[in-house]
Nanobody, 124 residues
């Protein structure tokens, strides 16, 4: 069992930056593929970014490509999402998720464990 806890969300002006952190406990994250998803009010949860267990492969949604960067530190059992050039449409609750097979996944139903989420609000 893996417990995931997100942090780093908050209120930021458009054009600003935030770094989200996903800390894991219960098991080492080094064998898990990790992903970030987000859900805005009234909308379905959507894929943001994913990283393989080694960190050698990443994948991004088109809407965040070039602005967001996913990374991981397996020694610290932590995954990060650096978000730059934030836009009001990035406002959502952001969730991290773990995939036991270790791959880069974009579908939420392919992930086994989820955190509780952290709110990101971008003002115009």
């Amino acid at each position: 069992q893996v417990q995931l806890v997100e942090s780093g969300g908050g209120l930021v002006q458009a054009g600003g930056s935030l770094r989200l952190t996903c800390a894991a406990s219960g098991r080492t994250l080094s064998t898990y593929g990790m992903g970030w998803f987000r859900q805005a009010p009234g909308k379905e949860r959507e894929f943001v970014a994913a990283i393989s267990r080694s960190g050698s492969s990443t994948r991004y949604a088109d809407s965040v490509k070039g602005r967001f960067t996913i990374s991981r530190d397996n020694a610290k059992n932590t995954v990060y999402l650096q978000m730059n050039s934030l836009k009001p449409e990035d406002t959502a609750v952001y969730y991290c998720a773990a995939d036991a097979r270790g791959y880069v996944r974009a579908r939420s139903d392919e992930y086994d464990y989820w955190g509780q989420g952290t709110q990101v609000t971008v003002s115009s």
